[in-house]
């Protein structure tokens, strides 16, 4: 056994209004991992590269459900690249299902609203993921880029994937 951070998928998707932390949480505890989740998400208080705890963010793996290395560390998603991962590499979501390729995920995109480097973008983040308005957009990312962080715009009403990362090793 050795430190890692864990990515994971909510058990469903979601539209623009999300109290996605809360859920992260939730969906954690229900799957009986202990430590703290919190949404891949910048919100109006955090920008989503300070998510994780810094002391955790520059030598702990990122890892699925299932230990296999998505990212080298938290820090290596925001190096401008887009957050590129191996495809091949499943991502999880708290009941073991994969989001890649389990039709519960229609869309294969996750919501981030972040720049590449996982500053929030205020105009593009569902205000602040309390609107499923079809009038306001969200910065989400096609998982089939293999970019967690790709920049492209989605109505708040699309029911995409939402991740969560384990924001400090316990």
Known sequence: FFPQLHLVALNLPFSGDVRADFQCFQQAQLAGLRSTYRAFLSSHLQ???TVVRKADRHHLPI???KGEILFDNWESIFNGDGGQFNVHVPIYSFDGRNVMTDPSWPQKVIWHGSTASGVRLVTNY???WRTAGTG???QASPLNT???LEQNLYSCNNHLIILC??????
């Open 63 to 65: 890892v699925n459900l």
């Open 126 to 128: 569902c205000e602040a």
């Open 47 to 49: 920008d989503l590269a």
């Open 136 to 138: 306001a957009v969200g």
């Open 146 to 148: 293999g970019k967690l």
């Open 165 to 170: 990362i384990e924001n400090s090793f316990v």
